[in-house]
């Protein structure tokens, strides 16, 4: 039977999806005339594309030049798609922006309709992205890179998200990956890496969780390297 290999967009996409489809879900069931109830939405919102955005401009960025060489044709392709994407979630984020303005004024009438489709486009872009990286953007990665080589890859990515003002980014990934997961994540990572290296991790997303999760993970984690 054939090993599976890791998916070095595991982690990331999964957030996305559950992410777009959650916020999705909440706006369908959101009166925007209603302040009290849309700003929460509003915020799950400005999240999704914040983290979307945080995706492409910087862990692509690592990936898609680890690949340039062999596959120059298929990144610039992706990275044109990737900016088309970025300009409409920033359109998004500006109508968003507006929405207090507009309760101010007390002509929202619409602004609902507009949302949701705006947000559709938003989720189905996204999607799409999802499954390009998954089928196209993988099956490259595992043509050039063994297990080590996709590992620490992903640790220059989780570098990033250690570095000053990225601790939102692992935040947003910690409270939408399962406890499995997460242990499943970092040791993979470990299995090919400086344990030290997923320690840090998980010493620099305690302030994200709960002290009693952050224990059950770290107590959970060292038992899967004994």
């Not at 620490?152 to 000053?164: G, I, P």
């Not at 242990?183 to 990572?189: D, Y």
């Amino acid at each position: 039977m054939k090993k599976e290999r890791y998916n070095l967009f595991e982690r990331v996409h999964k957030t996305l999806t559950r992410m777009v489809f959650d916020t999705g879900m909440k706006i369908q069931q959101t009166e925007f005339a209603c302040q009290k109830d849309s700003f929460p939405v509003i915020d799950r919102m400005e999240d999704s594309i914040r983290f979307f955005r945080y995706h492409v401009m910087h862990e692509d960025a690592v990936i898609y030049d680890s690949i340039v060489h062999a596959a120059p044709y298929i990144v610039a392709t992706m990275e044109l798609t990737n900016a088309k994407d970025l300009k409409l979630a920033h359109s998004l984020k500006e109508r968003l922006e507006e929405y207090e303005y507009l309760c101010m004024k007390k002509s929202y009438s619409g602004f609902g309709a507009e949302i949701r489709a705006m947000y559709f486009s938003f989720t189905s872009a996204v999607l799409q992205h999802i499954h390009n990286e998954n089928h196209v953007i993988t099956d490259i990665l595992y043509s050039l890179y063994d297990d080590g080589g996709l590992a620490q890859m992903e640790m220059n990515l989780v570098r990033q998200m250690l570095a000053t003002g990225n601790n939102w980014y692992l935040s947003q990934v910690l409270a939408w990956l399962t406890d499995d997961e997460i242990l499943s994540w970092l040791n993979w990572i470990s299995t090919f890496t400086n344990t030290t290296d997923t320690g840090e991790l998980l010493e620099s997303a305690r302030p994200s969780m709960g002290a009693e999760r952050w224990l059950m993970l770290s107590e959970n984690l060292s038992v899967l390297r004994a």
